[in-house]
């Protein structure tokens, strides 16, 4: 069987995180589907890499990553420890932003390219936060598909339509 970092779905980063490129789970860890008692299964993949370049977990101890990035599998960055262990230091890095540059997709696996990229509160100190548009969008249509979500787009439109008529000096105010 080929070892998961030879695959050509990783992506070497210069500050050393392999991202990896395929499928990922709802919370962003890479995904290893497999075949268990004839049913297909799936288990994180930094686990499965884990097991393949440095042998079995032991029990009741989880794979965490060193570096954050949950979609990275560089054995280099993977350690075990226990749920506790893992908790403090995600406790630890509080402080960092949690979607760090490197992190290529979403949770839900849309690409962060630029034209896919928005930014939250780019004022802040920390430069704001990543978002992803694809994302947006489908909350947006999801939520403009509701009977109160229309209700309420169109009555600010309405508000703002007032607010034009009101001032229509306001007409030049763009920025
Ligand atoms: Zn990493
Ligand atoms: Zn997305």
């Avoid at 896919?116 to 920390?126: L, Q």
Wanted: proline residues 5%; aromatic residues 8%; hydrophobic residues 25%.
């Amino acid at each position: 069987m080929n070892r998961i970092v030879e695959s050509n779905k990783i992506k070497k980063m210069p500050k050393g995180c392999w991202l990896w490129l395929g499928s990922l789970n709802v919370k962003g860890y890479g995904q290893y589907r497999y075949k268990k008692n004839g049913k297909f299964t799936t288990m994180q993949l930094h686990r499965r890499v884990w097991m393949e370049e440095r042998g079995p977990i032991p029990k009741g101890l989880v794979v965490a990553h060193h570096c954050d990035v949950r979609n990275c599998v560089n054995p280099e960055h993977l350690y075990v420890g226990t749920q506790a262990q893992n908790c403090q230091d995600v406790f630890d890095r509080k402080r960092r932003p949690l979607q760090s540059e490197t992190q290529t997709h979403c949770l839900k696996g849309h690409e962060f390219t630029p034209e896919n990229t928005g930014v939250r509160d780019p004022k802040k100190e920390d430069g704001g936060k990543r978002y992803c548009k694809a994302c947006k969008k489908i909350r947006n249509d999801k939520y403009r598909s509701t009977p109160e979500g229309r209700a309420r787009i169109n009555a600010r439109i309405k508000a703002w339509r007032k607010k034009k008529a009101i001032s229509p000096s306001g007409k030049n105010n763009h920025i």
